[in-house]
């Protein structure tokens, strides 16, 4: 063989060496590149809604992958507590949040929903932070917490609140986000919807108004799908829809007047002052020790539907006992029960939640379905505080400190 030959097989040797580098190092980039995850917020996801009413896109999401007979809210069953608890894996005691409206001792405040992006109130890791923190990027639409600089970061994107913007707006920011280049393209994406949760407030549980409310979200989330499928990325993403809490019917025949009881004028309750002057299906109330020991005594035994704590009787499960904000004491009404004072009209709502997280009315729902969750599976109810972990493995984080319960992935997600 000559020279000229050997030199010309070697440098093809080289040549074919060389390719497959490339095509290894290629396939390992592929492999190591971290999945995308769409989490979807819709707020009043009753656990069997999509079973009484038409929501053919969650039907067949549910139909493809996981399906949990429940969520377990947090209490009191509201939003803010529990969209944080599911971005945290913690419980208010531990994350800040205890109710929409709550009383810190120390700043001698009154947390209220409007300053949703005050970081003074939000504590614990939320999973954008989590991802921001280990390299992913995130973005949030309208999410509890999300606006609010935890940790010193907040997600990539992010839009505060604005309830004005409808669904097809929503549905267009997660297009355009998951439509970047993939050097920009976040890793984990969220949006909120609130259109049940307002119909079920103003019109009741299965009343023709929440029906189309349940349309017209699954019909935008229809959409969303269907475009990122068009987009070529919907089999590499990972979606879940969760709700926040459930929904009962309400009604003025059931109502307590505290007031026909004891003076409780001396205490502050955040639900039962300012705009809202009655009708709460939850009150937490602050004062001096001697006041609070006369209004609990007068309230124990007041009434047959309802509850009422002193804090050194507070049930594990209410994790309300924060350093700063824990309430003196608290009055859980029976589901479907509301706690007034006399002279406070009743206008509404028709229907609502934050009654006790044992009651089968207040759970949420809970769907997944993507290349990491398993196809076909129905699922136990679960405490809404799991999810975190689960989502965490799925980005391929290191989750920070929490409260959920890991077995929960185990049942979820691909063996």
Known sequence: MSSDLRRLHCRLFLLFLLLLLWL????????????????IGIDGLRWDIIDRHPAPTLRRLASQGVRA???????????FPNFYAIATGLYPDRNGVLDNA?????LDMTFRMSLQDDARWFQGEPIWVTAERQ???????????????IGGLRPTYWHPFDGSVPNEKRVEQVLEWFALDESQRPHFLSVYFEAIDSASHSFGVN?????????????????????LEAQGVLSSTNVIVVGDHGMTDLSPERIIYLDDFVDFSDLYSPQLSGERQGNAVFAAFHGESDDVERVYRALALAHPHMSVYRKSGFPEWFHQTHPQRAPDLIIVPDNGWMLSKRGIPYNGPRASHGFSPHE?????GFIASGPAFQSGEVVEPFAIVDIYNVMARILGLTPASNDGNPELIQHLLQK
């Open 360 to 364: 089968r009315d207040m759970h949420a």
């Open 207 to 227: 009343s023709p108004e929440e029906r189309a409310a349940v349309l017209a979200v699954d019909t935008a989330l229809g959409d969303l799908l269907n475009r």
């Open 135 to 149: 390299g992913l990027r995130a973005a949030t639409m309208f999410w509890v917490g999300s606006g609010a600089e």
């Open 102 to 106: 709550s009383y810190d001792a120390t």
């Open 69 to 79: 007979q429940g969520v377990v809210p947090v209490m009191p069953s509201k939003t």
């Open 24 to 39: 290894s190092s290629t396939a390992q980039a592929q492999q190591e590149a971290p999945t995308h995850l769409l989490l």
